[in-house]
């Protein structure tokens, strides 16, 4: 079992950057992929951004590559999400969301566990 507690949203202008954390619970935090989803009003939930756990290797939507970087700290069971030159399609609640199997972390119907999400506005 575990819970995710997002937070680290708020408001940006256009261009600037924002960091979001993930705390999760559970011994056995650093065997779960971890990733970010974001869902937009009248849009469905998207895949942004995911980190393995054994290994550390990661994934990105296409629409963040080069600008948003995830990462994990196992011994801190946090995952978090480094936003750069955010833009206004950025505007979402963003989602933390753990998965037992790395193939399935970008699937959001596949997600075991989700956090309850934070809300992230850039203005334009």
């Known amino acids: 079992q575990v819970q995710l507690l997002e937070s680290g949203g708020g408001l940006v202008q256009t261009g600037g950057s924002l960091r979001l954390s993930c705390a999760a619970s559970?011994?056995?935090?650093?065997?779960?992929?971890m990733g970010w989803f974001r869902q937009a009003p009248g849009k469905e939930r998207e895949f942004v951004a995911a980190?393995?756990?054994?290994?550390?290797?990661?994934r990105y939507a296409d629409s963040v590559k080069g600008r948003f970087t995830i990462s994990r700290d196992n011994a801190k069971n946090t995952v978090d999400l480094q936003m750069n030159t955010l833009e206004p399609e950025d505007t979402a609640v963003y989602y933390c969301?753990?998965?037992?199997?790395?193939?399935?972390?970008?699937?959001?119907?596949?997600?075991?566990?989700w956090g309850k999400g934070t809300l992230v506005t850039v203005s334009s």
């Open positions: 559970g011994r056995t935090f650093s065997s779960y992929a």
């Open positions: 969301a753990a998965d037992s199997a790395f193939i399935n972390i970008a699937i959001a119907r596949a997600i075991d566990y």
């Open positions: 980190i393995a756990g054994i290994g550390g290797g990661t």
